[in-house]
């Protein structure tokens, strides 16, 4: 439900995951509780009072009329995703990113920004053991291509190339800059670093770069991006359960699971994790299940 500034508890939510910020951070901005907040948030406040959502509108430094997606955003950002299927957007709107070839060159340098992507390489991931003869030059021209749809710094540097972009338009950066704050506050304070893993993993849409080749999903690269996928959901279940917060730890890890259908530490923390709230007979069952599959 929205309260009177037209923000309901669900876009606080999303607007504080973009943003980068715990629920601590942002009441800490607020000068309110961290419950006050996840009240707020997860719908448990009905009327929240207007001048709390005015507090944290403005510690989240946003204009509530405007859509998450543009909050705050410069006038014609691009931002890239890669954890699901590859996707760009200018300005909150969809953009088209070409054929398949210039596609997957583009997730391979997004899974790799900041790095510097041979050319060789590059070729391999595009062509395998069959390129044209023209594949240097069909390089040349998707780099080219994607520099004008992108209006974003593509190097070339030492026969390669190197995509730079800030965290803020690359869901991979964001990711991996929540859990890097998730592990730094994991001993001292488990309720941030949990929130800060559950804004990681709210990053992803799917598997890496789902909807293209398979060379490149199979990349060193990429199935390193998805191993920190699932660290991060073991992390993130293994606090949860100190917590006794069972319910969001059983959910991250039942999809896991699906993912992972012979993860034996999957299963034992999601088996943890029924048994903890009261599903004995689900924990035995998928015990029972997983030890058929191992079989």
């Excluded at 710094?153 to 338009?169: H, M, Q």
């Excluded at 869901?171 to 990681?200: I, K």
């Excluded at 992803?204 to 060379?215: C, E, I, K, M, Y």
Aim: positive net charge; contains cysteine; proline residues 6%.
């Amino acid at each position: 439900m929205a309260d009177r500034s037209g923000m309901s508890g669900e876009e606080l939510r999303a607007r504080r995951v973009r943003g980068g910020l715990t629920q601590q951070e942002l009441s800490r901005r607020a000068g309110m509780s961290v419950r006050a907040v996840r009240d707020i948030e997860q719908g448990r406040v009905r009327r929240p009072r207007p001048d709390t959502m005015r507090r944290l509108v403005a510690a989240l430094g946003v204009d509530p009329a405007v859509p998450p997606t543009s909050a705050g955003a410069p006038a014609d950002p691009v931002e890239i995703t890669v954890l699901g299927p590859l996707a760009v957007h200018r300005a909150g709107a969809p953009v088209p990113a070409g054929p398949m070839s210039q596609r997957c060159l583009l997730g391979l340098i997004g899974v790799r920004a900041g790095q510097v992507v041979a050319l060789e390489e590059i070729i391999d991931v595009l062509w395998g053991d069959h390129p044209p003869a023209t594949c240097r030059n069909l390089v040349h021209v998707y780099v080219s291509r994607l520099r004008k749809l992108l209006r974003t710094p593509i190097a070339g540097v030492g026969g390669g190339y190197r995509l730079a972009l800030d965290g803020d338009r690359l869901d991979l950066l964001r990711f991996d800059e929540l859990t890097a704050r998730a592990r730094t506050a994991r001993d001292t304070d488990p309720e941030s670093a949990l929130d800060l893993y559950a804004s990681a993993l709210a990053c992803w849409r799917g598997p890496v770069l789902a909807d293209l080749t398979a060379r490149l999903r199979q990349h060193p690269a990429v199935v390193a991006v998805s191993q920190r996928r699932l660290a991060a959901v073991l992390a993130f279940a293994d606090i949860a359960i100190a917590l006794r917060r069972y319910e969001p730890a059983a959910e991250r890890l039942r999809e896991l699971v699906y993912e992972e259908p012979l993860h034996e530490g999957a299963y034992a923390r999601l088996m943890l994790a029924l048994a903890g709230s009261g599903q004995r007979a689900a924990a035995l069952e998928l015990f029972a299940e997983l030890r058929g599959r191992l079989v």
